[in-house]
């Protein structure tokens, strides 16, 4: 493991033992063990309490075979999640267990869970949310869309909370027939709420502000929901990213008349600070102001502040302070200049030298890959992007963190997409780099300056109008 990342590991552990309610727990391990064939692997992930998501890979020895366990350190229960395709398994871990993931090939469920104990109770939990899959309840898409707007509205609506009524039904058939235990009843009716609500909520994230085309029947949902209730449920913020998901988009809806003006960040702070409460306040204003990080907001100083002031969990103000530190770090850790990047010619250069080889221009890194379906959908606006902006001193650069190369030359021959403009690098996944730019997940996009300084570590995609207004700035 790198120096940089194991820096990053070390204040991630500090801030999870400052957070109030959290302290007192002692910390364990969640054990993970894979099991398959040699030529398969676990693409598994989950999100830690600041919404960062923590890539734990469970590859087998190319020479034995087997499976490396790994071992995740908490204090709180974790919602681990599985990617297949585009199927999503989750499993709700705690602390002290061992969990046996097992592989398998060219069958539904993808993957499947084992706990040593043996007992049917158990298994049946770790199993529950594939039961939903064969049953058309998965959550899965469209679920994580939300509700749009277009001709099939009425039916969409009646389709989400229909699902959502058969979810919490099998999960009490589950729990009659299988002995579940309360504990767990509770946490997966929770995630399913969580799940729904977020679904409802979510077009109050688009920036075209599309809930403004909603019929007045959408309203009277979402005042039917619960929500206001529902978000009280202070346990949920460390271990469900459904919880936390749907508590930013109430936010947003609340605060929805200053949807897109400069007054946004303000109604957010003040709808968050008075409308919530505990640890579920504390998030909902440090994610909105993680959020708004970096993008040079007028009123960014005077709610960080306030924040400072208003929050009562130190571990957010102390990662916000961390972030604000991290983009100079790109230009001053030798780890993370010395990173290798493959050219597509084979040639190797380290990140110092692509950052020189760009002096005087802002930089538009882009990290995909081949597998990433989202990735791709963004090149087409990421090309037309080029072309308007040809002749303006702006570089485009594409860090693929392929561990195929071959897989990754396809991906620019298939999708056309080495343009003679654009730059090309293969980036080891494992490398520092990846670490420092919290790669996967991807897509993500990076903006630096024409002086090389990072300007966002998480810039808009292609495809927001958000990144021209971005670019107008940094290009002045």
Excluded at 263 to 271: F, P
Excluded at 279 to 299: E, I, P, V
Excluded at 376 to 388: F, G, H, I, T
């Amino acid at each position: 493991m790198t120096v940089v990342v194991k820096y990053w590991l070390l204040v991630l552990v500090c801030w999870s033992l400052a957070i109030p309610g959290m302290a007192q727990q002692p910390q364990q391990f969640i054990t993970l063990v894979g099991e398959g064939s040699k030529e398969e692997w676990v693409f598994l992930y989950y999100q830690n309490e600041f919404q960062d998501q923590v890539h734990l890979p469970l590859v087998p020895d190319s020479v034995t075979g087997r499976w490396t366990p790994r071992r995740v350190a908490t204090t709180h229960p974790l919602w681990l999640q599985l990617a297949y395709n585009s199927d999503q398994y989750g499993v709700y871990a705690q602390p002290g267990d061992t969990i046996y993931i097992r592989v398998n090939a060219a069958q539904s469920p993808h993957y499947s869970f084992r706990s040593p104990s043996g007992q049917a109770s158990r298994q049946a939990e770790l199993n529950f949310f594939n039961t939903l899959l064969p049953r058309g309840l998965d959550m899965a898409l469209p679920d994580y869309m939300g509700l749009f707007v277009n001709a099939r509205y009425p039916r969409q609506a009646e389709l989400f909370c229909r699902k959502f009524d058969q979810r919490q039904a099998w999960l009490q058939q589950q729990q009659d027939s299988l002995h579940l235990s309360p504990r767990f009843v509770r946490y997966a009716s929770q995630q399913l709420r969580a799940q729904y609500l977020a679904a409802l909520f979510n077009p109050y994230w688009d920036e075209k502000r599309v809930f403004t085309q909603f019929p007045a029947s959408y309203g009277h949902l979402l005042a039917a929901s619960g929500a206001a209730q529902f978000f009280t449920a202070d346990s949920l913020v460390y271990s469900s990213p459904n919880y936390r998901s749907a508590v930013v988009s109430y936010v947003r809806y609340l605060s929805r008349d200053a949807a897109g003006t400069a007054s946004d960040l303000g109604a957010q702070y003040e709808c968050a600070r008075t409308a919530l409460r505990g640890q579920t306040r504390d998030y909902a204003l440090f994610f909105l102001l993680k959020q708004n990080l970096g993008k040079q907001l007028a009123s960014y100083p005077r709610y960080l502040r306030q924040f400072r002031h208003d929050c009562s969990t130190p571990s957010y103000v102390q990662y916000l302070d961390s972030v604000a530190s991290r983009p100079a770090l790109l230009r001053t850790h030798p780890e993370l200049a010395a990173t290798p990047l493959r050219s597509r010619t084979g040639d190797v250069l380290t990140c110092a030298q692509v950052l020189a080889r760009n002096q005087g221009k802002v930089l538009y890194v882009d990290l995909w890959a081949s597998w990433c379906g989202p990735c791709l959908a963004e090149m087409p606006a990421s090309a037309q992007l080029q072309r308007a902006l040809a002749g303006q001193p702006i570089q485009f650069v594409y860090l693929s963190i392929d561990r195929d190369a071959a897989k990754w030359h396809q991906a620019l021959s298939t999708h056309k997409l080495a343009q003679a403009a654009s730059q090309h690098y293969l980036l080891d996944p494992e490398s520092a780099l990846a670490k420092y730019l919290n790669a996967p997940p991807i897509p993500r996009y990076v903006l630096l300056d024409k002086q090389g300084q990072v300007v966002s570590l998480d810039a808009a995609r292609p495809s927001s109008s958000l990144l021209r207004r971005d670019l107008t700035k940094v290009l002045r």
